[in-house]
């Protein structure tokens, strides 16, 4: 009896299980689209006229993004407002005062010699301490210390952890590590310190936080005088908790603000969608999935039905692992969330395919027989694809901050559910369902005794997609072309997060409905104003940048809604998405493109990889061409479905040349371009299902999601169609002209086919 089936069905159980108890008890935290949150308003307080600038603003804003991400805290709003205000917006904290009493602190780190303690400089004639350049500090004990100027500060910290020491039961302390010079500073400031006898008041090191000791350990009698501590590394101890041990080891880590900064203003603001939006957005995706599965159970019957309970543990187990992570969920990552149910039936397809071809090809095959064979043949394309996205996400998480950095979190929880959901559920439920007598007689319900209607007109029209695959690049490259002029000539609308605006606050006598808000800004031309109830009676407007006339018929706008209308804030406010997120999330993207590169190179050799990230780019010039010719904002919604597109177009690409290498694999003397042809044909009716899949859903949320989700579907879509082209009309043309001019070394296939290329008049050199 083989056991496989049983244990498949007990994991799939208890996974199940395991997500439906946590997605019932751990609530889920939601952005500030959706729920709102808190405002946090800071005020630098410069020293002197050199700090009192835009720049150190700006710089403070850098800062504090650090530490927003340090506090856990996802998807922040955090823009410079005026000349020197910051406005932060946290959703979902559970401690708003903690988080803006860590905001704003300045978190000056010095590390310096004590040379004694202030009562033995009182009994020594001379001046005092403070005029003599020293300091003089309180430690944790109150006793007052003299100290020599900071020998170390801040920037000479490479990085702080918080940790807890089991073994000594010393409890938590904070770590640090050192970088550059300040390693050699650091063996130097021990060393002295080392060379005072036992007992002495200078064997110890003070380590001053914004004017405070909270640290002055003695130097251990191992250290030898002037030799000091090496490797660059120390502890903090003291009388830590885990709060204060972790809040330490974030400001450390956040750097020291580059002036101070007050928290004049703390209030709760409304969220920034209306609830109109977020019930269009919810419908589309029921009206979307609901499409989605219909499609499926059509083309696949009983697998269909099967596959559709697998995409719901999928949605289960996605939501679940959210939640548990503590993420936060906004409008375009819901959309999104929903488009990878979507984009998860690929898996499924992937396998009914290859089940249906099994079934097709060999006289006795039997359901259960090509189900099996079908999960064989379709795990390395699955395994594949599904990689080299986690790689793209991992590499998001670890490079980019901010929202970016939130999108590579997502994705890589939507990548994992998704194997799981079509190698683990999927494959449990059609075991058992096969086995089933019903099916055995009626085999005609299952979905794989047949092939299917693209495939079998493909089967009798067998066209060779592929006889000029010069025309194709040449389609591309005018495409190119035509979005290279798009961005040239119309150029990119970015948004506000982007180039920042201005930002118009008004108080009412009583409170104004946001919805009515966006709906007569929108009829007075400004669909884009973002308004957002702040406080009791007040509310918001942020926009792009106005002249004075717009600004006049904005604030005539608002009057006319609400006559005791009062503007009590009129600011320009700098991009929520800094000069150093952008720089970090681009930086992100290349290396990421970069190892998806060097992973393709691995499996299917440099020719297809170059193929697959050359398609890759070029969908993504393309798509930003057409949102230059149509006028569409480049914005933070805009940026996750780029990075969507990414994904799909990797996906594509790589099932694609999944069925090249098997091909190759098993006719070796076949030339390559009919190999790759034969491919395209093959793979075309699991495209075909895929596309139609994710397009019903984007089609939902394109005309009935609302104008939030109008571009953000739109963008998708455009992705869509253009990502499916691109693998089959890109991709595999370039391939076939790369392998042309190229080494027979570079696919599987190519150093089979010389022979027969030989013959044929052409010669492939090593």
């Not at 007052?144 to 990085?159: F, H, I």
């Not at 390693?183 to 005072?196: M, N, S, V």
């Not at 992705?719 to 190229?742: C, I, N, Q």
Request: charged share 20%; hydrophobic share 50%.
């Amino acid at each position: 009896m083989n056991r496989s089936p049983h244990i498949r069905g007990l994991i799939a159980l208890a996974v199940v299980a395991l997500s439906l108890y946590v997605a019932l008890t751990v609530p889920v935290h939601l952005g500030l689209d959706l729920r709102g949150g808190t405002q946090i308003t800071l005020e630098t307080r410069p020293a002197g006229a050199a700090d009192a600038d835009s720049d150190a603003t700006d710089r403070t804003v850098e800062v504090l993004r650090g530490r927003i991400d340090a506090l856990g805290v996802a998807e922040p709003a955090i823009a410079r407002s005026g000349a020197d205000r910051i406005v932060v917006e946290l959703p979902g904290l559970q401690d708003p005062r903690k988080a803006a009493d860590v905001l704003g602190r300045t978190a000056q780190l010095t590390f310096h010699q004590v040379l004694g303690t202030a009562a033995e400089a009182d009994q020594v004639p001379g001046p005092s301490p403070e005029r003599s350049g020293e300091r003089v500090l309180a430690d944790e004990s109150g006793q007052r210390l003299r100290l020599q100027a900071a020998s170390l500060t801040g920037k000479d910290v490479e990085k702080a952890g918080a940790r807890f020491d089991q073994q000594t039961g010393a409890g938590w302390h904070v770590t640090v590590d050192f970088k550059g010079p300040g390693k050699q500073g650091w063996a130097r400031l021990t060393g002295e310190a080392a060379c005072r006898a036992a007992g002495d008041p200078g064997r110890r090191v003070a380590i001053v936080l914004d004017d405070k000791i909270i640290s002055s350990p003695r130097v251990d009698p191992s250290v030898a005088c002037r030799s000091g501590i090496s490797g660059g590394s120390t502890q903090i101890t003291g009388a830590f908790d885990d709060a204060e041990a972790r809040e330490l080891a974030l400001l450390i880590n956040g750097g020291a603000l580059p002036v101070p900064v007050e928290t004049v203003e703390q209030r709760t603001v409304g969220p920034t969608l209306g609830a109109q939006a977020i019930t269009a957005g919810a419908w589309a995706a029921v009206i979307g999935t609901a499409s989605t599965s219909l499609f499926i159970i059509v083309v696949y019957r009983i697998m269909g039905v099967l596959a559709t309970v697998a995409l719901a543990c999928y949605g289960l187990i996605s939501y679940a692992a959210l939640a548990a992570l503590g993420a936060t969920l906004t409008l375009p990552g819901l959309a999104g969330f929903v488009l990878a149910i979507g984009m998860a039936v690929d898996a499924n397809v992937l396998v009914f395919e290859r089940a249906r071809e099994e079934y097709a090809s060999r006289p006795r095959a039997t359901p259960r027989s090509s189900l099996a064979a079908g999960f064989r043949r379709a795990f390395s394309a699955i395994a594949d694809s599904n990689i080299t996205t986690l790689i793209a996400a991992g590499l998001l998480f670890f490079l980019a901050s901010g929202p970016v950095r939130g999108f590579g979190v997502t994705l890589a929880i939507g990548v994992l559910a998704s194997m799981v959901s079509a190698l683990v559920i999927t494959r449990a439920l059609t075991d058992y369902a096969v086995a089933r007598p019903f099916l055995r007689r009626r085999l005609r319900f299952t979905g794989i005794a047949h092939t299917g209607a693209v495939r079998d007109r493909l089967s009798r029209s067998r066209p060779n997609l592929l006889r000029h695959p010069r025309r194709w690049l040449a389609a591309s490259a005018a495409a190119l072309v035509l979005a290279a002029a798009g961005i040239a000539v119309r150029g990119l609308d970015f948004g506000v997060e982007f180039t920042g605006g201005r930002l118009i606050e008004y108080s009412t006598a009583a409170p104004v409905d946001a919805d009515r808000a966006r709906a007569a800004l929108a009829d007075a031309g400004f669909p884009r104003a973002v308004v957002q109830t702040s406080g009791e009676n007040g509310f918001t407007v942020r926009t792009h940048h106005l002249s004075e006339a717009q600004a006049a018929t904005l604030t005539d706008t608002v009057t006319d809604l609400a006559r005791d209308a009062d503007k009590v804030r009129d600011e320009a406010i700098g991009p929520s998405l800094g000069e150093e997120l952008r720089r970090g999330a681009l930086i992100a993207l290349v290396v990421a493109l970069g190892a998806q590169l060097l992973y393709l190179a691995a499996r299917f050799r440099w020719l297809l990889g170059t193929s697959a990230v050359v398609a890759l780019a070029h969908d993504v010039v393309i798509l930003v061409g057409v949102f230059a010719w149509l006028g569409k904002p480049v914005d933070g919604v805009f940026l996750a479905a780029l990075l969507t597109v990414i994904g799909y177009s990797v996906n594509d690409s790589v099932v694609l040349f999944d069925r090249i290498r098997e091909l190759g694999r098993s006719d070796r003397e076949e030339p390559f371009a009919r190999i790759a042809g034969q491919a395209l044909l093959q793979t075309l009716p699991r495209t075909v299902s895929t596309g139609m899949g994710a397009a019903l859903i984007l089609t939902a949320l394109a005309v009935l999601g609302g104008d939030t989700l109008t571009d953000f579907a739109l963008a998708l879509l455009i992705g869509l169609v253009v990502g499916t082209y691109s693998s089959m009309f890109t991709a595999t043309p370039l391939a076939v002209e790369l392998h042309k001019h190229g080494r027979a070394g570079d696919v599987p296939a190519i150093r089979a086919a010389h022979a027969n290329d030989t013959a044929e008049g052409r010669s492939c050199h090593p």
